[in-house]
């Protein structure tokens, strides 16, 4: 039995933005969430998926801005918002975007992503369950943190039944 309960997020996918297109991105009471970035890679080819961030605190257009490596190149944008029937606090909404920025890091592993490719916080992102519509481009339609805390509840059983 799983110890947390599930949360259903929906993310609404829109896209692709240039990087001149980004100053439409800027309302500060609409425009934050988590964005995508599409370009060339010299290993992966492409038009591949090479980061993923959160414009949490600022709107989309500031936080991408302020990636001047972005700026200098000709890159894709996508934009994701968290959608719903009722809006969260502040506090509540923050943390779920910062969670599912986590999650989705960790489970596409993005090119130029450092943080949460190789771990993740199963308090954080295992009781979360996403589901990207609209133009995610090559994000999975669904993702789950409950992998995670399956396993660890497995492990657990695990040790409880060979204790002896």
């Known amino acids: 039995m799983l110890k947390y309960q599930i949360v259903n997020l929906e993310l609404k996918w829109e896209g692709p933005f240039r990087i001149e297109d980004l ?40 936080r991408i801005t302020q990636h001047s490596y972005w700026l200098e190149n000709h890159f894709i944008i996508y934009i994701g918002r968290l959608s719903g029937q009722v809006t969260p606090s502040h506090e509540i909404w923050h943390d779920k975007i910062s969670a599912v920025e986590q999650l989705l890091i960790h489970i596409h592993a993005p090119a130029y992503n450092t943080a949460n490719i190789n771990s993740v916080n199963i308090d954080k992102v295992g009781h979360l369950h996403i589901l990207n519509v609209g133009k995610y481009k090559s994000l999975l339609p669904e993702v789950s943190g409950t992998r995670w805390l399956r396993e660890e509840e497995m492990l657990t059983e695990d040790v409880y039944r060979y204790k002896g």
């Open 23 to 62: 100053r439409s991105l800027n309302n500060y009471e609409t425009d934050y969430g988590i964005y995508q970035i599409y370009g060339n890679h010299l290993v992966y080819g492409e038009n591949v998926l090479l980061y993923i961030g959160q414009a949490n605190e600022q709107t989309f257009y500031t």
